[in-house]
Structure formats: C-alpha cells, structure tokens
C-alpha cells in the first residue's frame, strides 16, 4: 500500500517508447526516444458555474472538457521519427540516387552536351528564373548552376519518407519512463506515464539557421479515452530483491 505521507520530486527528462497500435489490440514498439530535451504534460478543462445571491458569487462548478497533451521535444532526429511526425504510413523507404544543385566556376570549357547526369542552367535576366545555359554558355570560368544526379554506389545509402496531402500522422500508445526524487530517502525511483492513446498532432516545424541554438523536433500528441475510459496512469515504483 502506497505511503501517503511519501513526497517526490521531479527533474529528469522522461525516454518515451511510442507504440502502433494494432488491429487486433495488440501493440508493436515503433521508436525509441531517449534524447529529449523536454517532455510535457498538460491537462487543461473547461467550467460552467451556477451563480446567484449577493454579489453573484459561484455557487456550483462543473468540469468539462478535458484535454491532456504531450509535448515531446527531442534533441534529434531519425528517418523513423519524421516519419511518425509526418504521417508517412508507408514508413521509410530506401533511396539509390539523389538529384543535388550547385553553383560553380567552370576550369574548362564544356563543348557536348548533354553531360552524363548534369545538367547546366544560367541565371536569368533582371531577376528572371534561370534558363538552361548551350554550350555557348559553358566556357572557361563561367559562373553556372550545374544540376547532378548521383549514384549513391555501393556502401552509399539514402532514407526517403513520401509527405502527400492525403496522409496524417496517426494514432499511437506511448508509455514515458523517468525518475523521482523521494524526498525523505534522497534517492531516485523509477517513474512511468502510460498513454494507451494518443493522436499525434500535424503541425510540425523544421528550422534551419545558421546561427542560435541547433533544431530541435517537436511532436505534440492529444490524448484519447481508449476503451478502458483511463486515459493516462501515473506509476511511482521500485524494484525490490
């Protein structure tokens, strides 16, 4: 039996397991967080009150509307985890060759084309798109913008997830493992949250800049009522001999 009088604190990051949650209940663990920088969970409701009386004071309050949302910030990021975050059911694909643009000074004068895999564009005129460049274009020291496609060959690889319009991040089960504090011991116990459902939202930002702090990934998930009716537990243990 739990010691009421027992009191904790938390200050770690929680690893998160996300779970698919399959069609016959079952669950299958599909990533692995143990990066994040933060981890949040927030309950939020509404209320309705009955006033009345002098000064119109509250008399009954009803709760309604609850929501609880996790917020998942991770230091980094996997082809799996953009995946997840952009709805790719398909999951991640393999890629054999990538198409890379460049700006360059040619050293020598290009006189066929076309050139095996590129391609040669010059800009255009009072800011207008560029145009792809002749050979008249393509002397010794012209600045251009060459486009190749490149084999990754043998022992290259490539990770590709499809992002369309149709598709939106799912459903998943996650469960949250961290440490408390016992106040009165000083030592650290384990800590869970357990989320049986929880919709990952479709609002996603990837930043990119040269200055700051690097990018960080966020995923923020709504949690559902499952079937059991408990939408998230909360569990405070430790392992004895």
Same mark, same amino acid.
């Given at each position: 039996m739990a010691n009421l009088l027992e009191q904790y604190g938390i200050k770690e990051v929680a690893d998160v397991t996300i779970y698919q949650i399959n069609d016959d209940g079952t669950t299958t663990p599909v990533l692995f967080l143990d990066t994040l920088k933060v981890s949040t969970i927030e309950q939020t409701a509404e209320q309705a009150e009955a006033r009345g009386g002098k000064g119109n004071p509250p008399l009954i309050i009803w709760d309604y509307g609850?929501?609880?949302?996790?917020?998942?910030?991770? =230091?980094?990021?996997?082809?799996?985890?953009?995946?997840?975050?952009?709805?790719?059911?398909?999951?991640v694909s393999t890629?054999?060759? #990538?198409?890379?643009?460049?700006? #360059? =000074?040619?050293? !020598?004068?290009?006189?066929?084309?076309? #050139?095996?895999?590129?391609?040669?564009?010059? !800009?255009?005129?009072?800011? !207008?798109?560029? #145009?792809? =460049?002749?050979?008249?274009d393509l002397t010794a020291g012209a600045i251009v913008y060459e486009e190749e496609t490149i084999s990754l060959g043998v022992g290259g690889s490539g990770s590709k997830i499809e992002?369309? =319009?149709?598709?939106?991040?799912?459903?998943?089960?996650?469960?949250?493992?961290?440490?408390?504090r016992n106040k009165k011991t000083g030592k650290d116990e384990y800590f869970q949250f357990v989320i049986p459902q929880a919709k990952m939202g479709s609002e996603n930002t990837i930043t990119l800049e040269a200055e700051g702090d690097p990018s960080v990934f966020n995923?923020?998930?709504?949690?559902?009522?499952?079937?059991?009716?408990?939408m998230m537990e909360l569990i405070q243990y430790k392992v004895g001999n």
């Open positions: 609850k929501e609880i949302t996790v917020t998942l910030e991770d =230091a980094l990021f996997s082809p799996a985890s953009m995946a997840i975050m952009f709805g790719d059911e398909d999951g890629v054999s060759t #990538v198409t890379k643009m460049r700006k #360059v =000074a040619l050293t !020598a004068s290009i006189t066929t084309l076309p #050139v095996s895999g590129k391609k040669y564009y010059k !800009a255009g005129t009072s800011g !207008a798109p560029m #145009v792809s =460049a002749t050979i008249a992002i369309t =319009a149709e598709k939106f991040p799912g459903t998943y089960k996650l469960v949250g493992e961290t440490y408390a995923m923020t998930m709504r949690v559902l009522r499952p079937e059991t009716g408990a």
